[in-house]
C-alpha cells in the first residue's frame, strides 16, 4: 500500500495543484521566462536588441509583407553560439525592403520599397558581393506578424527581446529586496528594543515616500541605466519583506523550537537562519511574488518617463511611450501590445502569489 506524505511541503503542493489558475500563471510564466531567454533565437530579427531599421516600412500593421534583399556583411564575425544566443548578432546583414528587382549583367538592379503609392529610388549592387553566385536565397518574402513600429523595426523581435528586461528587474529587484529586507526585519524582530525602534523608524521614513518619486531619486543619483534601475528598484522594495520578516520572527521568536535552541546553546544566527527563517518562509514567497509584478510595473514607468533601460534597448514601457500618440492615430496596436504584455505577466505572478497564498496557509 503506498504511503500518501503528509508534509506540509506535499499538503502545499497538492494545494496549489487544485488552483486551475495558480498553475495556469506557472506555467505562463515559465513559458514567457524560456521565450526572453531564447529571444534571440525566436525572434525574426536577430540583430543586437532588435535593431535592424527599415524606415520606408515604419508602422505598417500585423501581418505585413514586404521582400526584404539581404546583403551580407563585409565584417567578420567572431562571435560564438553562446554570445550569439544571449546577446544578438552583432554584425547582422545589412537588410533592404525591395518592391522589385532583376538582374542585368553582374549587377542585381532593385526598387526600394515605398509606401503611400510612392515609386523608389532604383539601385544597383555587384553579383560579386554574395558569398555565392546564386543570388537568390538573399532575395525572400518577409512577413512582420506584429507590424512594424515608427523606425519600422520588427515589434515582435522588440516585444521578444523586451521580456528580458521585465524578467530581470522582477528577479534583481526582489533579490535586493530579500537580502536588505529579511536582514533588516530578522535583526529588529528577534532583538527588539532599541534596535527595533532604529529599524523601523528607517522603514517608516522609507515607506512614507512614495515609491515611484524615491526610484527616480536614486535613478537620478546613479544615473540613466541598465543596472541603475535594476538597483534602485530593489533599493525601494524591501521595507515591505521587512515588515512582513518582523512581524513573523516576533511571533515566531517566542514558539518552544526557539526556546529550546536557546537552551542548547546555539547562537542567535544560526536560531534565526537555521530555526526560524526556514519556518516563516511561506509569507516570505507570496510577497516576493507580489514585488516581482510590483518591480514590473515600476520598470515599465520608468521607462515611460524615459529614465528607465535607454534606446536602443527594447523595453515594453519605453515602446508604449514611443507610440502611445498612435492610439488617437489609427494605428493602436503599436502601443497595445506592450501594454498587454506588461498586463498579462504582471496579472500571472499576481494570481500565482495568490495561489502561493492560499497553498501556504496551513490553517485552512
Request: contains cysteine; glycine residues 8%.
Amino acid at each position: 500500500m503506498n504511503k500518501t506524505s503528509d508534509s506540509l511541503s506535499q499538503l502545499a503542493l497538492r494545494k496549489f495543484k487544485k488552483n486551475f489558475w495558480g498553475v495556469l500563471s506557472f506555467w505562463l510564466i515559465v513559458s514567457i521566462g524560456l521565450m526572453s531567454l531564447f529571444a534571440y533565437v525566436i525572434a525574426p530579427d536577430d540583430s543586437k536588441n532588435a535593431n535592424q531599421m527599415h524606415l520606408s516600412i515604419h508602422s505598417q500593421r500585423p501581418g505585413f509583407e514586404v521582400q526584404m534583399l539581404c546583403i551580407p556583411s563585409e565584417i567578420k564575425n567572431n562571435q560564438n553560439i553562446f554570445s550569439s544566443v544571449l546577446f544578438g548578432n552583432e554584425n547582422s546583414d545589412l537588410e533592404i525592403p525591395i518592391s522589385k528587382y532583376f538582374i542585368e549583367n553582374t549587377k542585381l538592379v532593385y526598387t526600394e520599397y515605398a509606401s503611400d503609392g510612392l515609386i523608389g529610388a532604383s539601385k544597383s549592387i555587384e553579383l560579386s558581393v554574395f558569398p555565392s553566385p546564386d543570388y537568390k536565397p538573399y532575395v525572400k518574402q518577409k512577413t512582420f506578424l506584429f507590424g512594424t513600429d515608427k523606425y519600422g523595426r520588427d515589434l515582435l523581435s522588440r516585444i521578444l527581446i523586451g521580456s528580458r528586461i521585465s524578467f530581470s528587474i522582477g528577479f534583481i529587484a526582489v533579490f535586493i529586496s530579500l537580502i536588505i529586507g529579511v536582514f533588516m526585519g530578522s535583526v529588529a524582530g528577534y532583538y527588539g528594543g532599541k534596535v527595533d525602534a532604529i529599524i523601523m523608524w528607517i522603514i517608516n521614513v522609507t515607506w512614507s515616500i512614495p515609491t515611484l518619486l524615491l526610484v527616480i531619486a536614486i535613478t537620478l543619483a546613479l544615473g540613466k541605466g541598465f543596472w541603475q534601475v535594476f538597483i534602485a528598484v530593489g533599493l525601494t522594495m524591501w521595507v515591505e519583506v521587512a515588515r512582513v520578516v518582523r512581524g513573523q520572527i516576533i511571533s515566531a521568536k517566542e514558539m518552544q523550537y526557539v526556546t529550546a535552541a536557546r537552551a542548547l546553546g546555539f547562537n542567535d544566527y544560526r536560531i534565526i537562519t537555521k530555526h526560524i527563517l526556514p519556518n516563516i518562509m511561506a509569507p516570505i514567497i507570496v510577497i516576493s511574488a507580489a514585488n516581482f509584478a510590483g518591480a514590473i510595473l515600476i520598470e515599465s514607468g520608468l521607462s515611460f518617463l524615459g529614465i528607465g533601460a535607454q534606446p536602443p534597448m527594447a523595453s515594453w514601457g519605453a515602446m508604449i511611450k514611443d507610440h502611445y500618440n498612435y492610439i488617437i492615430l489609427g494605428k493602436p496596436y503599436l502601443a497595445m501590445i506592450p501594454g498587454l504584455c506588461i498586463m498579462v505577466l504582471v496579472m500571472a505572478f499576481m494570481l500565482i502569489g495568490n495561489a502561493l497564498r492560499d497553498a501556504l496557509d496551513v490553517k485552512s
